[in-house]
């Protein structure tokens, strides 16, 4: 199983960016999927997490009103909108994959299966 993150790059504070995660090699739309961030020196940070059905959500305080997480289990993709970001949210975004997920371990890194590979994400002041 391979998990790809794309749509990071460099924006202006204020601005917007549109994550993406594909998975492949095989089905995952029974997991739930996450989103979390490292900065070089520092702990990962779960920003965002949903569950298989979309039903379920999760969102550090960091985020919560700028960041949105939505799924699409037919694309096996999971997506991450982020707005109003500032310098603060500069950092490699990483997508992860849980077979067993609730809030309450969503910022678990070990209940995690499946992780991509990193997108860098940079806000320029």
């Known amino acids: 199983v391979q998990l790809q993150a794309s749509g990071g790059g460099l924006v202006q504070a204020g601005g917007s960016l549109s994550l993406s995660c594909v998975a492949s090699?095989?089905?995952?739309?029974?997991?739930?999927k996450a989103w979390s961030r490292q900065v070089p020196g520092k702990e990962r940070e779960f920003v965002a997490a949903?569950?298989?059905?979309?039903?379920?959500?999760y969102y550090a305080d960091s985020v919560k009103g700028r960041f949105t997480i939505s799924r699409d289990n037919a694309k096996n993709t999971v997506y991450l909108q982020m707005n109003n970001l500032s310098p603060e949210d500069t950092a490699v975004y990483y997508c992860?994959?849980?077979?067993?997920?609730?809030?309450?371990?969503?910022?678990?890194?070990?209940?995690?299966?499946?992780w991509g590979q990193g997108t860098q994400v940079t806000v320029s002041s």
């Open positions: 992860a994959a849980a077979a067993r997920w609730s809030r309450n371990t969503a910022t678990t890194e070990r209940e995690y299966d499946y």
């Open positions: 090699g095989r089905t995952l739309g029974s997991y739930a």
């Open positions: 949903i569950s298989w059905s979309g039903g379920g959500t």
